[in-house]
């Protein structure tokens, strides 16, 4: 059996800078499937009979990411699922991950081979910027993480665990990176022409 291997490109900026608004507008141009691993991670902290409920709640809340065990089996079991339903869904955009070296050994002992990363779209974003985007987000979202103090975790935690994973992908000439200051419209113009580019 012939089945495509999954072609993944993982979506990574600061926290607010606009990851989840942007594939929402990539999925209507192109034929891509956005899988966000924080929703995911949310969807099943809210499922009933999750044995990860209570661990997640927590590490969300604290900023913290949670053992890449718990998030690669929802992500692989979310690609999985698509491919089964339509053989001709296999381009993913993977949303918020790999965040960290943990994430990173995670992916590549589960997936290497199995599926491949063909970049990374990197929104890149003041701290300041992000900071006011999700304040301004908390009147409503909800989210448990979109205050001031869980806020600060992010930021801490996108600069020392996430930065770097960025970086490695950098030196591989992997990173395609938008200015994600700029308006929804504007970010999506370069958005869009790195994808034609691209596939
Ligand atoms: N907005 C968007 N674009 C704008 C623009 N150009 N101009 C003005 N406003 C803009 O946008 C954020 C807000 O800004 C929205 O109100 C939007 O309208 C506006 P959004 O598109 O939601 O930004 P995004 O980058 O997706 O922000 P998000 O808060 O989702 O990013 P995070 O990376 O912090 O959150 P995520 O959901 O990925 O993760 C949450 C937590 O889950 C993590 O902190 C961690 O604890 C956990 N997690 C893991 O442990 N492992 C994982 O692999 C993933 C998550
Ligand atoms: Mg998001």
């Not at 991950?97 to 943990?102: A, C, G």
């Not at 929104?123 to 301004?136: A, G, H, K, P, Q």
């Not at 205050?147 to 030196?171: A, G, M």
Request: net charge neutral; with cysteine; charged share 30%.
């Amino acid at each position: 059996l012939l089945m495509m291997n999954p072609q993944v490109v993982f979506v990574l900026g600061g926290p607010g800078a606009g990851k989840g608004t942007q594939c929402s507008k990539i999925v209507e141009g192109f034929n891509y499937t956005h899988l966000s691993a924080g929703d995911l991670l949310r969807a099943e902290r809210a499922r009933e009979g999750s044995e990860y409920g209570m661990l997640i709640d927590n590490y969300i809340k604290e900023g913290q990411i949670v053992p890449v065990k718990i998030t690669i089996n929802l992500l692989r079991k979310a690609m999985e699922e698509t491919m089964q339903k339509d053989e001709k869904k296999y381009r993913f955009l993977i949303d918020g991950f790999p965040r960290n070296e943990d994430n990173l050994q995670g992916w590549n002992t589960v997936m290497e081979g199995n599926a491949d990363v063909k970049f990374v779209l990197f929104f890149d974003c003041s701290i300041e910027v992000c900071i006011n985007r999700c304040l301004e987000r908390g009147k409503s979202s909800g989210r448990t993480d979109d205050n001031r103090e869980s806020l600060e975790k992010r930021i801490q935690t996108y600069l020392k665990s996430t930065q770097p994973i960025i970086e490695q992908y950098k030196k591989l000439g992997k990173v395609r990176t938008v200015d994600a200051s700029r308006t929804v419209d504007q970010v999506f113009a370069d958005v869009k022409a790195i994808l034609d580019k691209e596939g």
